[in-house]
Structure formats: C-alpha cells, structure tokens
C-alpha cells in the first residue's frame, strides 16, 4: 500500500481513547516529526532537557514548596481537553485541564514552575461559565504555586467546536526523573488511592445516575514528591485507565506485571457502574490518582508516607520476569480472588470519549 492509499485513511472516535488505536495513531504522528533535537525521554508524559550551562536554582521560580536545591532538568509536557460535561461532581474542564498538565510534570519527578493557558471558545458560551471555569484554573494555581505565565484566547463561529476546548503546556525542573519504564523485577505496584472516580462522577452526570462519588481530579505534586526517591516508576492512570497505564510500563521495562484482585482499588459503587454500562473497569480513568513501582524493600514505606495524603493507598501487586528475554513486556497480569491467572489487555475499541 502506497502512502497516497495510506493517507486515504480517516480519523476513528477510538483513537483518542487510549488505547491500541490511540498508539498506532500517535505512532504514525511522530513517524512524521523527523526533528528531535537534543530532547529525550519523548515517548514518556513530558520531555526532558538537560541544562548544560548551568544547575538552575529552583528557588522562588513559581512553586511555593522550592527550596534552593539544584535542579538539572528541565521536563515540557502539554495536553488538550475536551470535556463532556463541562461540570461534573468533584470539578469541571478547567480543573482538570490545569491538574492533568501539573500531573503530568510531578509523575516525572519534575516540580511545574509554570504553565500556558490556550482557550478555544465557541460564540454564544456564556461568560458566567468562562468565569467558573477560569476561578477553577486560578484555584489549582493558587493552591500549588504554579503560575500561569502566558496563554492564548481565540473564540469561533458557533457550531465549529462544543463550548470550549483548553489546551494548557507546563514546564517544571527536576534533579532525577522518574521514567515510565524503570520498573524492575521484584518491585511491588502501589496505587496512591481508590481508581476511576473521575470516571464514574463525570459518566453520572453524562446519563443522570445519581451517585455519592466525586472526581478525583487533584494536583499530585506534594504527594508524589515525598516519596520520589523511593520509585523506579511512576505515571497517572488518565485515558485508558490502569489497563493502557500498566500495559505501557510493563512493555516499556520488557517485565511482567501481577495484580492481586484481592487488594484492588475500586470502590463498589465504581465496579457497579462499570458493568452497568458494560465497559471494563480497568479502563476507566483517574485524574488525581497514580500508580508507581518502588522497591519492595521500600514499598510498606511509601505507602505509610502516602496514606498521610489518601488512605487508600496500598500495594496491588508485583513485578515479575517476562518468559524471554526477547519479550516487549510480560504484559498485566491478574490474580483472582479463587486464584485464577488472567490478563488484562490493553484497551481496544471505543472507550469513554470527551472524559479528559
């Protein structure tokens, strides 16, 4: 097939959800991008720059919490939302717009310094629901020390866009960087608390269920930074939820991942809806939630750090050998309650469109 064939292709709803379809997409993306400069770790949530001339002083440069500790990296990371609904129990798009791009930073072991603010806006959206909006982002702001430091406002014709799209880049430094693809064998899998409640509160309000649960959407600095040192890897499970997020980083460190059902992080209610509305739970996002690896010398530690921040942080499982070394990644792996092994893939088809 010929490129002119190729380009024949259209765009599915189902690449932009996180899964398979969404790697192939991307992949043919960055096929096109030939220039890469001196940028690395760009298949990870952000890229990272080395600062050769000087260690930057991170003092006073946006985060509060900064102390005069020398910062060698810089990390760049950048994401576009489009939400349906626009408010939900627990947030709206400009929350989770501003703590996904600051997210995004802190899995990478980075503290944001600053972050651009882009608005596309739709004529006749009213200006009372900009206003929530934005008060939300200077919230977030105002909470973490991240300054918004530049941005971008265009409004079109009605009926070319849904309300409002946010686009928001951020930029934090970073002493050591916490990969996506560092797992090692023998570590434990830790979550930092109770999964898919993003899910759950904004496809409530979507379909009129009525539920207590709230988005987890929140910023993830302070609780990611305290235990930074103790993780060989880390990433938050967004779209596509724990089944893409875990998929990724066992292919990344070619190791095999084992969950035990028995210490999964779901609330009941969150299962509920999952088979309700018949998509897998594991595929449902979280916006103020992650899962990292930490060795198990370690592990009981971080999880005693980060129950200070969420009680309901605990280990979910290990990591184990693929069966050959040629392996891309044993991938995930789930042990159930009656002691059954069955996998978890990564996501295919159409999952939840317009949830982050």
């Known amino acids: 097939m010929n490129n002119s064939m190729k380009n024949n292709k259209i765009i599915e709803l189902e690449m932009g959800g996180g899964g398979k379809k969404s790697e192939?997409?991307?992949?043919?993306?960055?096929?096109?991008?030939?220039?890469?400069?001196?940028?690395q770790n760009t298949k990870?949530?952000?890229a990272v720059f080395e600062l050769f001339?000087?260690?930057?002083?991170?003092?006073?440069?946006?985060?509060?919490?900064?102390?005069?500790?020398?910062?060698?990296?810089?990390?760049?990371?950048?994401?576009?939302f489009i939400v349906d609904p626009l408010f939900f129990p627990g947030g709206d798009i400009g929350k989770i717009a501003i703590c996904g791009t600051l997210n995004d930073l802190a899995v990478m072991g980075a503290k944001p310094i600053g972050i651009s603010l882009s608005l596309v806006i739709e004529e006749g959206f009213t200006q009372a629901d900009l206003e929530k909006i934005i008060q939300s982002i200077n919230k977030i702001s105002k909470i973490t020390g991240v300054p918004i430091v530049t941005g971008d406002t265009k409004v079109t014709e009605k009926g070319k866009i849904d309300k409002i799209e946010i686009t928001i880049s951020g930029v934090g430094l970073a002493s050591k960087i916490i990969s996506n693809d560092g797992a090692k064998?023998?570590?434990?899998?830790?979550?930092s608390g109770?999964?898919?409640?993003h899910a759950v509160a904004l496809l409530a309000k979507r379909f009129n269920y009525q539920t207590k649960i709230k988005s987890d959407c929140q910023p993830l600095i302070d609780e990611i930074q305290s235990v930074s040192k103790y993780l060989?890897?880390?990433k938050d499970p967004t779209r596509?939820?724990?089944?893409?997020?875990?998929?990724?980083?066992?292919?990344?460190?070619?190791?095999?991942f084992v969950l035990e059902e028995k210490t999964l992080s779901y609330k009941k209610e969150t299962v509920a809806i999952s088979e309700l509305l018949g998509i897998d739970v594991f595929s449902f996002p979280s916006e103020g939630r992650f899962v990292a690896t930490v060795p198990k010398k370690y592990s009981k530690k971080v999880i005693k750090i980060l129950q200070k921040f969420n009680k309901s942080a605990k280990i979910i499982g290990w990591v184990g050998r693929s069966a050959s070394s040629a392996d891309k990644g044993g991938g995930v792996w789930l042990k159930t309650k009656?002691?059954?092994?069955?996998?978890?893939?990564?996501?295919?088809?159409?999952?939840i469109p317009r949830i982050c």
């Open 24 to 39: 192939e997409l991307i992949g043919n993306i960055r096929n096109i991008l030939s220039v890469k400069g001196k940028w």
């Open 44 to 46: 990870d949530d952000g």
């Open 53 to 80: 001339a000087s260690r930057t002083r991170a003092t006073n440069a946006g985060h509060t919490n900064f102390n005069s500790k020398s910062f060698s990296k810089l990390v760049f990371t950048t994401d576009a």
């Open 185 to 191: 064998v023998g570590d434990d899998i830790i979550v």
């Open 194 to 197: 109770d999964l898919g409640e």
């Open 232 to 234: 060989t890897s880390c």
């Open 240 to 256: 596509g939820g724990m089944a893409a997020v875990l998929n990724e980083m066992s292919q990344k460190s070619k190791t095999k």
């Open 338 to 351: 009656i002691g059954s092994i069955k996998r978890i893939e990564t996501p295919r088809g159409k999952l």
